[in-house]
C-alpha cells in the first residue's frame, strides 16, 4: 500500500461526517430504527462475503467446523455422562412415585370396598340406618387414596419440569 492513506481511511472519514451530522439534528425514533437495521444489514453481508472467501481455503473451513463443534460440545449438556445420569434417576424417581401412587390409590379402595369386622372398624362417625356408616376406617381409606392421587400427579409433574 505504500506511503498513501490507510485501507479504511476513507471509510472512516465518511463514518465521521455521517455521526457528525447525526449530532446536528434531532433524529425520529423510525429513521433510529432504520439507520441501525440498514447497518447491520450492510456488516451482515460483509461477514457473509468474508465467509465466502475462506470457503476456497479448505482447511480455514475446516477450523471453523471444529471450533463449532467444540461450541455445541461445550454448550450442550444432553451428550454429557451426568445429564444421562440425571435423566435416569429423575425417569426411575417418577416410576417409583407412579407406582406408590397407584399402590395407595388400590389399596384404599380396597378397604372401602371390602366388608370388615366390627371390631377393626374401630368406631362409626356418621350412621347411615342402624347398621352401616361412616367409619374411622373409611376415613383412613379415603386419606390413602388421596396420598396415593397426590403421589400420582406428582410423578407426571415432576417428570415434566426435570425436577
Known sequence: MGMGKPIYADL????????????KCPVSESKKTELVKRLKEAIYLEIRNEQANTEINPSINDNLIQLDMNKFNSGSTFLKSTHIKHTAVNWASGLALFSAGLL????????????????????TIFYFNDHDGFTVMDLFALVIIFMGIYLFIKAFISKDRGI
Open 12 to 23: 472512516d472519514e465518511s463514518f465521521q461526517k455521517f455521526l457528525n451530522e447525526l449530532q
Open 104 to 123: 395407595f390409590i388400590t389399596i384404599g379402595i380396597i378397604l372401602i370396598v371390602t366388608p370388615a369386622t366390627p371390631e377393626f372398624e374401630i368406631a
